[in-house]
């Protein structure tokens, strides 16, 4: 039973360039949650997506966007990278259709986004 | 305001030290959950416990205690015998009923380290 992935592992980009990182979530689950956790800090919550759509967001600028699509998988984008984006991103997946407060989120290993 | 804290920034034991690593939470709803997960170096966050907002028994697994008090908003987490293993960053995290849709507002972490 595979947990979540996530790919790339390593990324590197330059100053505005845009990037898409993406995650399967763990078998049976159809909700995915994004995180950013800079160097030393606790991971922050950018958005969660359930039944492909958006459903609850962080303080996080419109530069970062999402998308999950049928099979559940789904994807991060970030445009007019900055050199603060620099980050682990980290996607976790949960099953919603018990409810969804305590739900336990599993986390993939993450992305790690370098920002030159 | 919804915030978890954790205010030892790294703490450094020796093997078979008992060690407890604390974690104070704001939030003014009275339904929540609160997690404890472990990052080790590989970078994936790791489940350790939750504990929703009207339990406060304490919890015993294996060399591992939580210790829930509502009265002072703590949920203190104790590796009894400490072993090198247990080395990692250990994030506290406050689940808030928002909406239905579930978020982790996560502490910034303690860094332990377990020397031989």
């Known amino acids: 039973d595979a947990g979540v992935t996530q790919s790339p592992t390593h990324l590197i980009k330059t100053r505005g360039q845009q990037v898409t990182l993406r995650c399967s979530p763990k078998?049976?689950?159809?909700?995915v949650s994004w995180y950013q956790q800079a160097l030393g800090q606790g991971p922050q919550f950018i958005f969660q997506y359930y039944e492909e759509e958006e459903r609850q967001r962080g303080n996080f600028p419109d530069r970062f966007s999402g998308h999950q699509f049928p099979n559940y998988s789904s994807e991060l984008n970030v445009n007019a990278l900055l050199l603060g984006d620099s980050a682990l991103y980290l996607c976790?997946?949960?099953?919603?259709?018990?409810?969804?407060?305590?739900?336990?989120?599993?986390f993939g290993p993450g992305t790690r986004l370098t920002v030159l | 305001a919804q915030k978890v804290t954790q205010a030892q920034t790294e703490i450094s034991v020796v093997e078979k030290e008992d060690v407890t690593l604390d974690c104070v939470y704001e939030t003014r709803d009275t339904t929540y959950y609160l997690f404890w997960y472990k990052q080790p170096p590989s970078g994936e966050l790791v489940f350790l416990i939750r504990r929703n907002s009207f339990d406060e028994q304490n919890e015993i697994s294996g060399r591992y205690s939580w210790n829930f008090q509502k009265s002072t908003s703590s949920f203190n987490f104790t590796i009894t015998a400490s072993q090198v293993v247990d080395s990692a960053v250990y994030f506290c995290a406050l689940d808030p009923f928002s909406g239905g849709y579930n978020k982790l507002i996560f502490g910034a972490g303690t860094r332990l380290a377990v020397h031989p």
């Open positions: 976790a997946s949960s099953l919603r259709h018990m409810g969804a407060l305590g739900n336990e989120q599993f």
């Open positions: 078998s049976g689950h159809d909700t």
